[in-house]
């Protein structure tokens, strides 16, 4: 039996809006208290804030909380983010090590500009460089989790991680948003793939 899309969009909708309104002030505490031990831990702001492309190729401005020094992406490095780059705070650290660095995205499904599954969403200079087959990934919002993060995370490699993103886009139902968000408990308790390779 086909399943009714347009009906599952707009729970999908409604189910993204309520999980992040009341996500929101459930965490609260635990946003004062995270942004207390960023401050105290390193200079610069609670968060940090970077444009990144969704829906349509529309830029956006990200949130999470800061897990590196202050102005970190101007320092020049020969490697991808690592788990000893030197740039990572010590609260940063555990932060991505938990993924309790990306819940300020909360704000971001709020105010509509993610949902809480969908395909990572990157930066500019990322999108600038997509071909015809990559760009499908902006056909929809950008989500908070993944199906790449349940098949790795960022051990996944490039060009697997669209392949992942648009068989996401052509099987889509709110039961496999479901599943996905089941699993990323674990992926999570895991802490596996956080980063890539060394």
């Not at 697997?160 to 993103?165: L, N």
Request: hydrophobic letters at 45%.
């Amino acid at each position: 039996m086909k399943e009714n899309k347009p009906i599952q969009k707009s729970i999908k909708k409604n189910i993204d809006f309520l999980v992040s309104f009341f996500g929101l002030i459930l965490l609260s505490p635990f946003f004062v208290f995270t942004a207390v031990l960023i401050k105290l831990d390193s200079k610069g702001p609670v968060f940090f804030k970077q444009k990144r492309v969704g829906r349509d190729g529309k830029v956006f401005i990200i949130w999470k909380f800061r897990t590196m020094i202050e102005n970190a992406e101007k320092i020049e490095t020969k490697h991808e983010i690592s788990k000893d780059d030197f740039r990572i705070t010590k609260i940063g650290k555990f932060l991505r090590s938990w993924t309790l660095d990306e819940f300020p995205q909360l704000i971001n499904v709020l105010i509509g500009e993610m949902s809480l599954v969908g395909p990572r969403p990157l930066p500019e200079y990322h999108v600038e460089k997509y071909n015809d087959f990559q760009k499908k990934v902006l056909t929809i919002k950008p989500g908070m989790v993944s199906l790449v993060d349940i098949k790795g995370r960022a051990l996944v490699p490039w060009e697997k991680r669209f392949e992942y993103d648009v068989w996401y886009i052509k099987n889509w139902s709110l039961r496999l948003d479901f599943k996905i968000l089941f699993l990323i408990i674990g992926v999570i308790l895991s802490r596996k793939g956080v980063y890539g390779k060394d």
